[in-house]
C-alpha cells in the first residue's frame, strides 16, 4: 500500500479513537497524522507544526503496518500520542506536567480511559517481536544510529 493510502488509513482511524476515547476533550489546534520512517526504535512520535497555536504533527513508524503487526498495536501508538496532545506535549491543551513521561503520566491515563489491557498486550509483542519486524523490513536491529556529523563525513568520502 503507498504511504498516501496509509495515512488516509491514519487519519480515518485517529478520528475514531479520538471520538470513542476523548470526547470530553477537544482538538484545539490543526492536527495533522501521517506516516514517519522506517526508525528502529521509534513507533511514532508528536511535534509541533510551525507553533502549538498553529498545529500538532504525529508521525507513526510504517513499519507498524507490517502485516505480521496486529492492530492494537497501531491503535496503542496512536493513542500514546494522542494522550501527549491531550496532556499539553507539542499541543496548546493546558500542560499540567513538567515531563512527558514522568511518573507514567501516559500509562496511568491510557488505564484511565481503559487501555491497561491493550497497553500491556502490546508492550509484550513488541518486545517479543520487533526485531523480527525490523529483520524482515532489511533493517539491522543491532546497528547503533552514528553520530550525524560521522554519518556526513562518510557520505561525503564516498
Ligand atoms: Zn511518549
Redesign the pocket.
Given at each position: 500500500m503507498p504511504y498516501k493510502e496509509y495515512d488516509t488509513y491514519l487519519a480515518k482511524k485517529t478520528a475514531n479513537l479520538i471520538r470513542e476515547n476523548f470526547y470530553e476533550k477537544e482538538i484545539t489546534n490543526l492536527l495533522v497524522v501521517k506516516t514517519g520512517k522506517k526508525w528502529k526504535r521509534t513507533l511514532g512520535?508528536i511535534k509541533t507544526l510551525e507553533t502549538k497555536e498553529y498545529g500538532s504533527l504525529i508521525e507513526i513508524n510504517p513499519l507498524l503496518f507490517d502485516i505480521e503487526t496486529p492492530e492494537f498495536i497501531l491503535d496503542y501508538v496512536i493513542m500514546?500520542?494522542l494522550t501527549?496532545y491531550f496532556q499539553g506535549f507539542a499541543s496548546n491543551h493546558e500542560k499540567k506536567h513538567r515531563y512527558?513521561?514522568k511518573g507514567r503520566i501516559?500509562e496511568k491515563e491510557l488505564e484511565r480511559l481503559g487501555w491497561k489491557e491493550i497497553q500491556e498486550k502490546s508492550d509484550l509483542w513488541l518486545k517479543a517481536n520487533w526485531t523480527k519486524i525490523l529483520l524482515k523490513n532489511g533493517l539491522d536491529p543491532r546497528v547503533k544510529r552514528k553520530p550525524k556529523r560521522k554519518k556526513l563525513f562518510r557520505l561525503f568520502f564516498r
Open positions: 512520535h500514546h500520542e501527549h512527558p513521561h501516559v
